[in-house]
Nanobody
Framework: QVQLVQVGGGLVQAGGSLRLSCVVSGNIRNIDAMAWERQAPEKQRELVARITGSGDTDYADSVKGRFTISEDNANNTVFLQMNSLKPEDTGLYFC??????????????WGQGTQVTVSS
């Protein structure tokens, strides 16, 4: 059982920056990776970034070079630094804890979601 609490989000002008935080508690030993996802009414739900327990990262092509996922293990926190924001980045962002198995990925929990709105 894991719990994820998100902090951050808000309204920013195009070209600006925001940082999202996700504080994780519970059975963190079972977590193999953390991810950020986003959902907008006019767009498909998509994986934005993922970081593994070893520190390897993956990003959606649309955010490469602009977003950075990182972790602070001492505080059980995962961050998403978003720079050079575009209106198309607008959406509801969720952090997600994952456990990897040889044949599947299991979601252990999600944050409550936080709105990011980028104005033109």
């Amino acid at each position: 059982q894991v719990q994820l609490v998100q902090v951050g989000g808000g309204l920013v002008q195009a070209g600006g920056s925001l940082r999202l935080s996700c504080v994780v508690s519970g059975n963190i030993r079972n977590i193999d990776a953390m991810a950020w996802e986003r959902q907008a009414p006019e767009k498909q739900r998509e994986l934005v970034a993922r970081i593994t327990g070893s520190g390897d990262t993956d990003y959606a092509d649309s955010v490469k070079g602009r977003f950075t996922i990182s972790e602070d293990n001492a505080n059980n926190t995962v961050f998403l630094q978003m720079n050079s924001l575009k209106p198309e980045d607008t959406g509801l962002y969720f952090c997600k804890a994952e456990r990897n198995f040889p044949n599947s990925i299991v979601a252990l929990g999600w944050g409550q979601g936080t709105q990011v709105t980028v104005s033109s």
